[in-house]
């Protein structure tokens, strides 16, 4: 099935079911971006650099093989930015799980493109 089809298909089903698509069908973000939730029909990205809330694209739109967790720049994932974010957040778990108190997270890398 076409793309531009398969859109008024989603669409078309989501007004049947009483539920709305994934918002306005946005574009990719520009800025490198996480996939925070996946769904069937849709996914949720978050810019790293926090420029903006988190967006809901359709599904067809994520690069093939994205998975939740997964960090896309240029429209491609990127494995060593997703490898970077992950040592990130890992490190932060500890330093957090080190101090039994609340930790300055800061930015995650690669914020700085």
Not at 6 to 30: D, F, N, T
Not at 62 to 90: F, K, M, Q, S, Y
């Amino acid at each position: 099935m076409e793309r531009g089809r398969r859109v008024k298909v989603i669409a078309l089903g989501a007004v049947l079911c009483g539920c709305s698509p994934p918002a306005e069908a946005q574009r990719l973000p520009a800025a490198p971006a996480q996939v925070e939730e996946l769904t069937e029909g849709g996914a949720r990205l978050v810019p790293l650099d926090g420029s903006s809330p988190g967006v809901m694209v359709y599904r067809w739109q994520l690069p093939a093989g994205a998975r939740e967790g997964d960090v896309i720049v240029d429209g491609r994932v990127d494995a060593r930015a997703t490898e970077a974010l992950h040592r990130w957040i890992d490190r932060k778990l500890r330093e957090i799980e080190r101090a039994g108190h609340p930790v300055e997270l800061g930015k995650p890398p690669l914020t700085s493109r």
